[in-house]
């Protein structure tokens, strides 16, 4: 038979201490960019060259794919069946690995395998039930091994059970590492990030602490003190900015004004018991007729058929009563909440001039009062509430995308 030789990355000192130091079950908390992918994929491949049944689970099928084609192109010299439609790789070596979704926390149920990797650990909504009802039991045959990886980005309580294991139990182990614990990281890029990320998501995405900002309102980082102006420093001769939301009622709408070093928030426009109509209305009387806007907002509003009077969605409305044309719209897909958040906080805690008027009435309730749900979403018990906290998200999200980058 030939030799192949199989291409793998050189592990770190961090990765290769934490393969000296395992146990039968292992719990990985590590920051962005330490290695972790890394680590796993050889945790992966060493059994299944030995001859052994692994199965991977990662916490959906879109999150799983990218590691299967990874590990498919590792191993493309050794493999002698793989099946695409269930996630299977057989080596000539008579080792298997399976791929699984935890979206089904039954998935893998009575196989047996040598190796468990749960990647994204505290990502999976169902990773108790699963590890106690599904995982742990494939282990029995083999008496295999588990791995747990995850970064702190999600808050999971279980997976933090998990990962105080060891203190009861000896045959549990557990690491923290920080994304600077990875030599090949430059520590400048590091501490670029410590500048510009507000201190609960810098320790979540570089120090791999789990940071529970659940029970915090969703805008933890606002402070009134530095945020809130009286006066809001505007230049009409300036493109104003103007964000929607569209909500049956009320309608909303935030004015501003960006720049590269700063973000000043002026006027708010909210609306009960109206339509697009008026609210554009409002907006014209404000404002003199050679002001020059640039839009974004919800993008349903793409969608949404707003009024009676023809078959126009509300982006359509505006741009007709505002007499705009469409190189004005900036539309992007809404962005996902927990995203969001993370990037409104960030600019609140590390932008060099966010300034509010304090006319911005609802805007300002919003901040201080908005509370987060146990996920990290917007807690919308309160009707009165996270109206104008999502023209403030919208507005964010599409002009200052790249705060993070």
Known sequence: MNEVVLKLKRLHPGQQRVINEHKRFNVLRAGRRWGK??????????????????????????????MWLEISSLLFDITSKKNEQLKQIRLITGGVIDFWSLENPDS???????????????????????????IRPTLLDHEGDAWFLSTGKHENPYFNELFKFKEQFHDW???????IDNPY?????????????????FAQEF??????????????????DKHLVKDVQTNFKDTVY??????????????????????HIFKEFRLANSDIYQLCGQIKTFFNSK????????????ARHSTNRGNMNAYAIIESELNLISKQFDLPANPPVNESRTLCNAIFA????????????????????LQANKDGGVDKSNPELSHLADCYRYLINTYCYDFLL
Request: aromatic share 14%; charged share 25%; proline share 5%.
């Open 37 to 66: 992918s890394t680590l796993g994929t050889q945790l992966c491949i060493d059994p299944a060259i030995d001859g052994f049944p692994v199965g991977v689970w990662q916490p959906t099928y879109k999150d799983l794919n990218e």
């Open 108 to 134: 893998g149920r009575g196989r047996s395998y040598k190796r468990a990797i749960i990647d994204e650990a505290a990502k999976a909504m169902h990773i108790k039930q699963a590890w106690e009802q599904t």
């Open 173 to 179: 182990e557990s690491w923290q590492f920080a994304t």
């Open 185 to 201: 990281i430059k520590p400048e890029e590091i501490e670029a990030a410590r500048a510009q990320l507000d201190p609960f998501v």
């Open 207 to 224: 120090l791999g602490e789990q940071i529970f900002v659940g029970d915090k309102p969703f805008f933890y980082a606002f402070d009134k």
């Open 242 to 263: 103007l964000s929607f939301d569209f909500n049956v009622n009320p309608l909303c709408c935030i004015a501003a004004q960006l720049g590269r070093d700063y973000i």
């Open 291 to 302: 002001t020059y806007f640039r839009i974004t907002g919800d993008s349903t509003g793409l």
């Open 350 to 369: 590390r932008h060099p001039s966010v300034k509010i008027s304090q006319d911005c009435k609802y805007l300002i309730d919003d901040f201080i009062m």
